[in-house]
């Protein structure tokens, strides 16, 4: 069989989290920071409402573009909380979570030759998408002396001709990094210098510490280069649900919603029912769980600092990165030996593509107990090759 599969896909590698966590699935009493999904449950005021609309037989397919109720509140979402302003009828897809929107469009935009843009470290299937499309990923690097922000500089060293897309993603995973107005007024310019269409995946924009989110597409000239991509996933913690969404200029979602209506006709009806509810009712849940978010944020940084580690701290999402590198070991093999002596799971920073070599991702998507025991497993690992202040003393 597999001289028949084809060759981009033989070639792909598997996803570095999953492949990892693969391993951590045979093992006991393990505690994992690997996946980045909510401990909370979906707030009882979604859950609810879609238990009503089962009860009432909504079962059916919607839309190809997703429920028409829930684009008109999403649109208002946009434009009162992000300045954005789009169509409902034209210029908001509903997606099955926010990966298929990335997916769509490449598949939507790709042609033979072209290049796409992909910041590092970034999310494990975006190069993948872009592979899959048939696309050469141009890696920009994202170091961490500029807290993880997109340089010009290292987008105009990473460009060739042949670049047709930017993907940006921030708050970012893996590093939690923000971008603010004046980080991406020097992007913005270089995008439209260049000719370059974007596809912002903005998925952690709710769950921002410091400061305000600034999407790309409200920057000056950039709505009608921008693909403005999120979900419900994170922020209301619907992952199982798979809702997403992309909104942008009408002849790139009309393309996106052709391949989507023969590919996965639309959204499931009740994770729809649900993020309409959440879009109305859900601000509160939603806000209780972000606070609780940013003490754990607190807790992880102060715990890898402690240890001796050099974490930088997030502003965004909900992922540290500390860089593990004291420990003369790679990210694969801080990995796996930690999981091998402590039974604690941690996602190596290799798998986030190269500049991520160095670190490890954790989430803190976790009850704070469990995060603290973690850290302290971790220290008495990290303890063997590094030496804290209080050691010195």
Not at 111 to 127: K, Q
Not at 157 to 183: F, I, W
Not at 295 to 309: A, N, Y
Request: aromatic share 10%.
């Amino acid at each position: 069989m597999k001289k028949y599969l084809s060759q981009t896909v033989q070639t792909l590698p598997p996803s570095g989290i999953r492949k990892f966590f693969d391993l951590v699935s045979t093992m006991d009493n393990v505690i994992s920071l690997g996946v980045g999904e909510p401990d909370f449950p979906t707030p009882w005021v979604m859950r609810e409402s879609a238990i009503y609309s089962l009860e009432q037989g909504q079962t059916m397919y919607t839309s190809n573009s997703g429920l028409f109720e829930l684009r008109q509140e999403l649109s208002r979402y946009l434009a009162k909380n992000m300045s954005l302003n789009y169509s409902p009828t034209t210029e908001i897809l509903i997606t099955v979570g926010a990966s298929e929107a990335i997916d769509l469009a490449m598949r939507a935009l790709i042609e033979p030759g072209d290049a796409v843009l992909i910041t590092d470290p970034c999310y494990v299937s975006y190069a993948a998408c872009a592979q899959l499309a048939g696309a050469e990923v141009r890696y920009v690097p994202l170091r961490a002396e500029n807290d993880f922000r997109l340089q010009e500089e290292d987008l105009l060293a990473a460009y060739t001709p042949n670049c047709k897309l930017l993907l940006l993603s921030y708050p970012n995973n893996p590093t939690g990094a923000v971008m603010e107005r004046d980080d991406l007024l020097p992007i913005a310019r270089f995008v439209s210098e260049n000719d370059l269409l974007v596809l912002s995946d903005e998925i952690y924009s709710d769950l921002t510490y410091e400061g305000t989110h600034q999407p790309f597409a409200s920057l000056p000239y950039m709505r009608n280069r921008t693909l403005h991509i999120s979900g419900f996933s994170k922020a209301y913690a619907m992952t199982g649900w798979r809702v997403g969404y992309a909104c942008g200029p009408e002849d790139l979602i009309d393309a996106m919603t052709r391949i989507h209506q023969y590919s996965v006709m639309c959204a499931p009806i009740m994770g729809q029912v649900a993020a309409l509810e959440g879009l109305r009712t859900g601000s509160a849940a939603k806000q209780e769980m972000i606070m609780e978010y940013d003490r754990r944020r607190r807790i992880m940084v102060s715990g890898f600092r402690e240890m001796g580690l050099t974490c930088f701290d997030p502003q965004g999402a909900f992922y540290v990165f500390p860089d593990i590198s004291a420990t003369g070991l790679s990210s694969e093999q801080f990995a796996e030996e930690l999981l091998r002596q402590q039974n604690v799971a941690v996602v190596p920073g290799a798998a986030f593509g190269p500049c991520g070599e160095g670190h490890i991702r954790c989430s803190y998507a976790y009850a704070p107990e469990i995060l603290k025991e973690a850290l302290d497993r971790m220290a008495q690992f990290v303890g063997q090759f590094v030496m804290t202040d209080t050691q010195i003393i």
